[in-house]
C-alpha cells in the first residue's frame, strides 16, 4: 500500500509541476511540499469519485457494484435479437473467476463468447446526442496471439447498432501477428460512410483508429485499458484517446458527425468473439485528465476502494 501511495503521490508531483511550468524532478526551492503532494493526490482521488458512473468490480457477482442507470448484466442470443434479452449470464463459459482478478475476483470467457453480454449504455455512459464525453476504464488479462480465436474481437463496445455506427470500441485485428490493439470512434455511419460498402478499406476508417502494433498484453499480466472521449456529437468535432497502463498510446480527433443512439438500445458490450479475463469495469461522466487516468491505473486496492 504504501508503494502505490508513493507513486500517486509521485504522480500528483508531476501533475502539480506541469500545472505550475516547473519540471517534476525540480529543486527543493520550486518542488512541491509533500504536503502540497499529498493533497494533490488527495485531490486526484477525490475527482476520481465524483465523477464515476458506473463500476462492475465482479467481486460480488456479474452485476454492476454501483450505476447511475441499470445494474443488471443481460444476455441476449445476438445483439440482433436484444428483444429476447434477460437479466443473467446464460453461458456456462462465462463465469465469475475465484481470486483471479486484477483486484479480487474477475470476469473470465472461458471460450469464443457470440452471445450479447451487456449492460444498458445511455444513463450508464452519461450518454448525449450532442457533446457527449466520458471516460471507460477496464484490465484485460490474455495472450491474444494464443488465446484469441480467428477474427476480431471486441472486449468491449458502447453503441446501440453496430461497430461503425455510433460506436466507442476497442478491438484485437484479425489477421496481424502480433495482433494488433485498437481503438475505434466513428459516428453516424450513413454521414461518413457515404454508400462505402467495405469501410474498413477506406482512409477514414484508418484515420479514426488508434492502432497500437505492440501492445502490453500476456498470460498472467494484466494490462489497464482506458478511452477518454470529448465533445462526440459536436460540430467543432470530438476527441478520443487510448491509454494503457496510464499512458497516452493514440489520440483520433476532428470526430465531426453525429452521434446519435436510441437509449434504449445503447448497450456497454462485453467480450465479443473474446477468451481471456476482464476486471474493474468503470464508467466516468467527463473526459478524464492525464493525471487523473494515471491516478487510477495506480490506485490501491482498484477502483472499488472509491466506493469506500
Do not use: C
Not at 291 to 301: F, R, S
Request: hydrophobic share 40%; net charge neutral.
Amino acid at each position: 500500500m504504501r508503494d502505490t501511495y508513493a507513486r500517486l503521490i509521485v504522480s500528483a508531483v508531476a501533475a502539480l509541476a506541469a500545472a505550475l511550468g516547473t519540471p517534476a524532478s525540480g529543486t527543493a526551492q520550486n518542488a512541491p511540499s509533500p504536503q502540497a503532494a499529498a493533497r494533490s493526490a488527495t485531490a486526484l482521488r477525490d475527482s476520481l469519485r465524483a465523477t464515476l458512473a458506473f463500476l462492475a468490480s465482479f467481486d460480488h457477482g456479474f452485476d454492476a457494484d454501483y450505476a447511475h442507470g441499470d445494474r443488471l448484466i443481460y444476455t441476449a442470443p445476438s445483439y440482433a435479437k436484444l428483444d429476447a434479452a434477460v437479466a443473467d449470464v446464460a453461458s456456462p463459459d462465462i463465469v465469475i473467476a475465484k481470486g483471479q482478478g486484477r483486484y479480487g475476483d474477475a470476469l473470465q470467457f472461458k471460450k469464443k463468447n457470440t452471445q450479447a453480454v451487456f449492460y444498458r449504455g445511455a444513463v450508464n455512459t452519461n450518454y448525449r446526442p450532442r457533446n457527449w464525453s466520458g471516460t471507460v476504464s477496464f484490465w484485460l488479462s490474455l495472450s491474444p496471439d494464443t488465446d484469441l480465436e480467428p477474427g476480431y474481437t471486441d472486449p468491449l463496445q458502447i453503441t446501440d447498432k453496430t461497430y461503425n455506427n455510433a460506436a466507442v470500441w476497442v478491438d484485437f485485428t484479425r489477421d496481424d501477428k502480433p495482433r494488433h490493439f485498437r481503438l475505434g470512434v466513428f459516428g453516424d455511419s450513413a454521414v461518413w460512410m457515404k454508400g462505402k460498402a467495405q469501410p474498413e478499406q477506406t482512409a477514414f476508417f484508418d484515420q479514426r483508429t488508434v492502432v497500437v502494433t505492440q501492445p502490453p498484453f500476456a498470460h498472467g499480466q494484466w494490462t489497464n485499458v482506458v478511452i477518454v472521449f470529448s465533445n462526440l456529437g459536436s460540430d467543432a468535432g470530438g476527441t478520443a484517446k487510448l491509454y494503457l497502463n496510464g499512458k497516452l498510446a493514440g489520440t483520433t480527433e476532428g470526430i465531426k458527425e453525429p452521434f446519435n443512439m436510441e437509449p434504449a438500445s445503447a448497450t456497454i458490450r462485453l467480450g465479443v468473439n473474446y477468451t481471456g479475463l476482464l476486471d474493474e469495469l468503470t464508467m466516468y461522466s467527463r473526459a478524464l485528465t492525464d493525471a487523473e487516468v494515471a491516478a487510477l491505473y495506480q490506485l490501491d486496492g482498484g477502483a472499488a476502494t472509491l466506493l469506500r
